[in-house]
C-alpha cells in the first residue's frame, strides 16, 4: 500500500481508496480527491508540509497527516 504522502515530487499517481472517517473524509472528498482521481505531487514545503498537488486542473496544499489517509497506485 502507496499513500500520497509517499509519492515523490514530480509523480503522478491514481487515487486508490480514502482511508480515515467522518469530518476529515468528507473534507478530503470535497477537494474533489476521490476514488480514480488522478492527482500529481508538484512541491513540497521547506520542511516538507504541506504538499502542493494538482487534482482536478487546480492546485491544493494537504498537510502530510491528509495525504497518509490516500491510498494511491
Known amino acids: 500500500m ?3 504522502r509517499e509519492t515523490k515530487i514530480g509523480e503522478a499517481a491514481i487515487v486508490v481508496k480514502l ?3 467522518g469530518p ?3 473534507r ?3 477537494m474533489g480527491i476521490t476514488k480514480g482521481t488522478k492527482v500529481y505531487v508538484r512541491k513540497a514545503a ?3 508540509d504541506p504538499i502542493e ?3 482536478r486542473g487546480y492546485k491544493l496544499s494537504l498537510r502530510k497527516a491528509d ?3 490516500i491510498e494511491v497506485e
Open 2 to 4: 502507496k499513500t500520497l
Open 19 to 21: 482511508h480515515g472517517g
Open 24 to 26: 476529515v473524509k468528507r
Open 28 to 30: 478530503i472528498m470535497d
Open 46 to 48: 521547506p520542511l516538507g
Open 53 to 55: 498537488v494538482t487534482v
Open 67 to 69: 495525504a497518509e489517509m
